[in-house]
């Protein structure tokens, strides 16, 4: 049996820091951006150095945005994604996504951090 069809075949192993219980959460916090609840959509930063061909980041680097901004920054595409969140007021997006995954399962203090990212100036 050819060795890539075996592994095809087999089934997806979980990567590690993926959970759609923190995804579910942060969908359920204010847009980093806007300030808004429920932000409604997970955005997996680009800028961690966990991607490649048709990967995406893992689940811990996703931040709570809205569906706008959200569009915004994929239509701007990924090359200046940390200076997108500067000029928006996050001065440090993956800061804010490893906050947020440190505090996965309580909702409130991840809130509170999403505030508290917000409140912070570049």
Not at 71 to 76: D, K, N
Not at 101 to 118: N, S
Request: glycine share 8%; net charge positive; hydrophobic share 35%.
């Amino acid at each position: 049996l050819d060795k890539r069809k075996q592994a095809r075949d087999e089934p997806r192993k979980e990567r590690p820091g993926m959970s759609e219980a923190h995804l579910a959460l942060i969908r359920k916090l204010p847009c980093a951006v806007t300030g808004k609840a429920p932000a409604g959509e997970a955005h997996h930063l680009k800028c961690t150095g966990e991607r490649g061909m048709g990967r995406r980041s893992s689940d811990r680097w996703a931040v709570p945005r809205r569906h706008e901004p959200h569009m915004e920054l994929e239509r701007q595409g990924s090359r200046n994604e940390v200076a997108w969140f500067q000029a928006r007021g996050i001065a440090d997006p993956l800061a804010l996504a490893e906050a947020l995954w440190a505090a996965t399962g309580d909702l409130e203090r991840m809130t509170r951090i999403v505030q508290a990212h917000r409140a912070a100036k570049v």
